[in-house]
C-alpha cells in the first residue's frame, strides 16, 4: 500500500458519517447564542418547517449516547432556550439521518401538535423545588415527640446489635412512619406556598432518607416574582430543619405529552 493509500484508508477510518441530533422544538423565528454548543462542542442550528423549528446539531453516527457528557449538553442547549421562548425537548438521543429527515420525519407530520404544544406552553418557564431534611434535626424531633421511639432509643443504647436486634427493628419501623407522617406534614406546607403561584405542578419521587419534596412547578412569567417569594417564605420556614434548593428556569420536560416518541 502506498502511503497515499494509507493516508486515505485513515481517513476513511477516522471519519464518520454525519446525522442530525434534535435537542428540542421551538417557534420558527427563534434564535440560538452564537455561543450555545450541543453535543461534542457542536453547533447548534434551527430547522424551520411552518411555525415551528428543531433544534439540531451535527453528531458522528459512529458513537453510541448515554454518556455524562452528552446528556449534560443536551439540557445545556434545552434550559438556555427555556428562558427566551416556549420549548419542547425531545427524547435524548432523538438522532435522524439528515436535515431533509428532520423535515419530512419528524416536522412535516408533527407540526400542528408541536404547534398547539408550544402555543400552551408560551409564557410559562419550569422550575424545580428540590427540599431535603437536615437528618440529624428531624430525627431529633422525632425522639422529642415520640414516647415509645425515645424509650427503644434508650433501651437499644449500650446493647450489641445481636441482643437487642427485634428492638431495633422495631425502632426503625417507628421512625419510619413517623418520618412518613411529618414529611406529609410538610410537604403539604411547603406545596400550599408554591401551587398557588404555578399553573401546573408535579411530584417526582424520590428514596432518600432526607428526602421532603421534589416538586416541578409550571410558572407563568407574570407570576414569577410572586413564585420566587413563595419559595423564599419555604426556604425561611425550613431553616434548621431542612434545605430548599430552586433551580430554573428549564426546558418543561415535566409538562409535555409522554405518548410522542420523540417527546421527552
Known amino acids: 500500500m502506498t502511503r497515499t493509500e494509507a493516508a486515505a484508508a485513515m481517513d476513511d477510518h477516522t471519519v464518520a458519517p454525519m446525522a442530525q441530533y434534535v435537542y428540542a422544538i421551538v417557534p420558527a423565528g427563534t434564535s440560538a447564542p452564537d455561543d450555545l454548543t450541543g453535543i461534542d462542542g457542536g453547533a447548534i442550528e434551527m430547522v424551520a418547517y411552518g411555525p415551528v ?15 455524562r457528557d452528552d446528556l449534560l449538553a443536551h439540557s445545556r442547549v434545552t434550559d438556555t432556550l427555556a428562558p427566551h421562548c416556549a420549548v419542547i425537548p425531545m427524547r435524548f438521543g432523538s438522532v435522524v439521518a439528515d436535515t431533509d429527515a ?22 410559562h418557564r419550569q422550575f424545580v423545588v428540590r ?15 415520640n414516647p415509645d421511639i425515645a424509650e427503644l432509643r434508650e433501651r437499644t443504647r449500650g446493647h450489641t446489635v445481636e441482643a437487642s436486634w427485634t428492638e431495633r427493628i422495631r425502632l426503625g419501623e417507628l421512625v419510619a412512619q413517623a418520618l412518613e407522617v411529618k414529611r406529609d ?14 399553573a401546573d405542578w408535579n411530584i417526582r419521587a424520590s428514596g432518600e432518607v432526607d428526602y421532603l419534596i421534589d416538586v ?29 434548593r430552586l433551580v430554573g428556569p428549564m426546558a418543561p420536560y415535566d409538562f409535555v405529552p409522554g405518548d410522542d416518541p420523540w417527546v421527552s
Open 185 to 198: 406534614v410538610d410537604s403539604g406546607t411547603l406545596l400550599d406556598l408554591l401551587v398557588p403561584a404555578a
Open 216 to 244: 416541578a412547578l409550571l410558572v407563568a412569567d407574570d407570576r414569577l416574582e410572586e413564585f420566587e417569594r413563595a419559595a423564599e417564605e419555604a426556604a425561611r420556614d425550613l431553616a434548621g430543619r431542612g434545605r430548599v
Open 53 to 67: 423549528a428543531a433544534v439540531v446539531g451535527k453528531v458522528g453516527t459512529d458513537r453510541a449516547f448515554g454518556r
Open 131 to 145: 427540599a431535603r431534611y437536615n437528618e440529624e434535626a428531624v430525627l431529633a424531633e422525632i425522639v422529642t415527640e
Open 102 to 123: 428532520v423535515v419530512a420525519e419528524l416536522l412535516e407530520p408533527n407540526a400542528e401538535y408541536f404547534s398547539s404544544v408550544l402555543d400552551e406552553l408560551a409564557g
